[in-house]
């Protein structure tokens, strides 16, 4: 149904991207060349683990370590 539809792009959606977003971190962190740094701001992502701080750190905070 529509409402349906409307509750899961509010938050579904969301939820489901965040766990994509987390096995993306996941994944960076079981490269063995992710520097020290790199590695523990992915750590803090993961730590803090809300869906905005898993995104911003995949579109930014690892472009700036």
């Given amino acids: ?3 349906e539809i409307r509750a ?4 579904g959606y969301r939820l489901a ?4 977003d987390r ?3 996941t994944t960076l962190l079981a490269a063995p060349d ?5 590695r523990a701001a992915a750590n803090a992502a993961l730590d803090d683990g ?3 701080a898993l995104r911003h750190f995949l579109e930014v905070g690892r472009y700036e370590v």
């Avoid at 899961?8 to 938050?11: I, M």
């Avoid at 991207?17 to 994509?20: K, N």
């Avoid at 992710?34 to 790199?38: E, G, I, K, N």
């Fill in 1 to 3: 149904t529509p409402a």
């Fill in 8 to 11: 899961w792009l509010e938050t």
């Fill in 17 to 20: 991207q965040a766990e994509d």
């Fill in 23 to 25: 096995v993306a971190i």
């Fill in 34 to 38: 992710t520097t020290p740094a790199l």
């Fill in 50 to 52: 809300t869906p905005e």
